[in-house]
């Protein structure tokens, strides 16, 4: 392959990567900027008549509050270091693999997305703030904020892409 082709590819690579990332980081933040100064703690403010509502509360544990209760050492560990070296290895692992498909990486990114915009609130803030509550009558949520949809939303493209692969797969070899 032409060398000027390869690193053109490389430069579109990073350049997704890096605007994919930066979009999730930024509306993470800038949507908990917003609640954190316009509602008030525990306010409930309706969107969409009782099944979407706007709830600001502060997260000091990790996904449903799981690990509130840890000592703060242990919980530094846990919730804040050991997650920033997983989306460091997941950084690395993007950058350098080269034969990854788009939905792939964008199922990543948008992980290490989510990750990135927590993170940074637990070091800032010392807790992560959660706002979004859906209802969705026979289940409710818990309170959540958009790099746990981030998260949710690169998991969903992950396993997504993974059945269909497999499916695929499956299809082709029984023909």
């Known amino acids: 392959m032409n060398i000027y082709y390869m690193k053109a590819k490389k430069i579109l690579k990073v350049t ?7 979009s999730n980081i930024a509306c993470d933040q800038v949507s908990k900027n917003i609640v954190r100064h316009k509602i008030d703690y525990n306010e409930q403010i309706s969107l969409i008549g009782k099944y979407l509502t706007l709830t600001k509360v502060e997260n000091t544990g990790a996904f449903l509050s799981l690990g ?8 530094l560990i846990i919730l804040t270091i050991l997650p920033l070296i997983v989306l460091g290895f997941a950084i ?3 950058l350098t693999k080269n034969n990854l498909s788009t939905l792939t ?10 990750g990135i915009g927590n993170i ?28 746990d949809v981030s998260v949710m939303l690169g998991t969903f493209i992950l396993f997504g892409e ?11 070899t029984l023909h």
């Open 16 to 22: 997704f990567i890096l605007i994919i990332l930066c």
């Open 68 to 75: 509130n209760s840890l000592p703060k050492n242990l919980k």
């Open 92 to 94: 690395v692992y993007i």
């Open 105 to 114: 990486l964008l199922g990543i990114v948008f992980i290490v997305g989510g």
């Open 120 to 147: 940074y609130d637990r070091f800032i803030y010392g807790s992560v703030t959660d706002f979004l509550h859906i209802d969705f009558v026979i289940f409710q949520t818990g309170i959540f904020n958009m790099a």
């Open 162 to 172: 993974f059945y269909f692969r497999k499916a695929n797969l499956s299809h082709k």
